[in-house]
C-alpha cells in the first residue's frame, strides 16, 4: 500500500452508506449515558483523566518535521486576542521549531495540492480541516488549531509515531483534529488526505460537523495502511486537552492548580467565541493562561 488508497475510488454511495450506518451509531450512543461528555467538575473524574497522563511513558523523540502550522483565514494582523495569544504560546514553547502562521492567502502557496480539491460550499470550517491535511502531506510536521493553547514543549511529550492526534473524546469517535502529527511522507496521512478528496469531489456540504473524524474511521476500515497507523498510534485521551476549558470559568481548586502548574495536559483546547464580561482572577482559564479578562 501506498497511502495513496492503492488507486481506489470511493462512490457518492459508499460514502453515504458509511454515514448512514454512523448516524445508527451516532443515534444510540445519545442514548447511553456512559459515552456522553465526561463532568469535569467532578475531580474524581479529573483525576482519572489526569492519572491517564501521568502514567504516559517519556518520548525518545517524535521524528516529524519541527514545522508547526497554524491558520487563521481572515488573516493574523486581526485575529482575536486569544488567538494571537495560542499562536505566542506555540512559539515561546517550542524555540527550536519554525511557527507558520498562514491565513487564506498564504495557504496556497505552503500546500501544492489546495488545488486539487473541489472545496466545500459552507466555507473556512471543512476548508480549515481540508488544510491541515494538505500541508502536513506536503511537509509533515504539526498542526495545532489556532484556539490550541500550548503549555509544553513539543520536544517534551510528542510520541514518535508516523501519525498522531489525541484519541477517543467520545467512545464512538477515534480522534480528534485539533491537534495532528505526521511524519514526512506518512502513507497513513496521504491515504486520509485521498478520501476527503475524493469525498469532496462528491458533495459539496458535509454529513456531519466532525465529517473527517469520521472519514478517518471510514479509512481505517478500508486501507490496512491507515489501520495500521491507527493501532501503532500511542492512545492520548483527547479528554486532556478538553478537560480544563471545559471548566473555564470554575473557581481553579487546588487540584486544578497542580494540573497546570506540573503541566500534566501539554495543550488545551480553547475557544475564540467565549464571552466573558468580569475578571478570570481565580478561574480555571486565569490560572492556565494568566489572563485577567478575556
Known amino acids: 500500500m501506498t497511502g495513496e488508497l492503492a488507486g481506489r475510488s470511493f462512490s457518492r454511495g459508499d460514502f453515504n452508506r458509511f454515514f448512514w450506518a454512523k448516524y445508527w451509531v451516532l443515534l444510540r450512543a445519545g442514548l447511553d449515558r456512559s459515552q456522553r461528555r465526561p463532568d469535569y467538575a467532578n475531580p474524581a473524574v479529573m483525576a482519572a483523566i489526569a492519572a491517564g497522563y501521568r502514567a504516559l511513558p517519556s518520548p525518545g523523540g517524535s521524528g516529524v518535521p519541527r514545522n508547526i502550522f497554524m491558520l487563521w483565514q481572515q488573516g493574523w494582523d486581526t485575529a482575536p486576542k486569544l488567538v494571537q495569544a495560542c499562536a505566542e504560546s506555540w512559539r515561546r514553547h517550542n524555540p527550536g521549531w519554525t511557527l507558520h502562521l498562514l491565513d487564506a492567502e498564504t495557504l496556497p502557496a505552503m500546500a501544492p495540492s489546495w ?31 489556532a484556539t490550541l493553547f500550548c503549555t509544553k514543549p513539543l520536544d517534551d511529550w510528542l510520541p514518535a509515531t508516523e501519525l498522531f492526534s489525541f484519541s477517543r473524546p467520545r467512545p464512538y469517535r477515534y480522534l480528534d483534529i485539533w491537534f495532528l502529527a505526521a511524519t514526512a511522507g506518512s502513507p ?31 479509512l481505517c476500515a478500508e486501507d490496512p495502511t491507515a489501520a495500521h497507523a491507527w493501532e501503532a498510534m500511542p492512545k492520548y485521551s483527547a479528554l486532556g486537552p478538553l478537560a480544563i476549558p471545559n471548566i473555564a470559568f470554575e473557581p481553579a481548586t487546588p487540584a486544578i492548580r497542580e494540573l497546570i502548574g506540573e503541566n500534566v495536559f501539554p495543550a488545551h483546547k480553547l475557544t475564540h467565541k467565549w464571552r466573558h464580561a468580569g475578571t478570570l482572577d481565580g478561574t480555571a482559564l486565569g490560572a492556565l493562561t494568566g489572563w485577567s479578562t478575556l
Open 115 to 145: 488545488d486539487a480539491f473541489r472545496l466545500p460550499a459552507n466555507g473556512r470550517p471543512a476548508q480549515s480541516n481540508i488544510a491541515r491535511l494538505a500541508l502536513l502531506k506536503a511537509h509533515g510536521g504539526v498542526w495545532a488549531d
Open 188 to 218: 497513513a496521512l496521504a491515504a486520509w488526505h485521498e478520501m476527503v478528496r475524493q469525498y469532496w469531489n462528491h458533495f459539496r456540504r458535509p454529513h456531519h460537523y466532525y465529517w473527517m473524524e469520521y472519514l478517518f474511521e471510514f
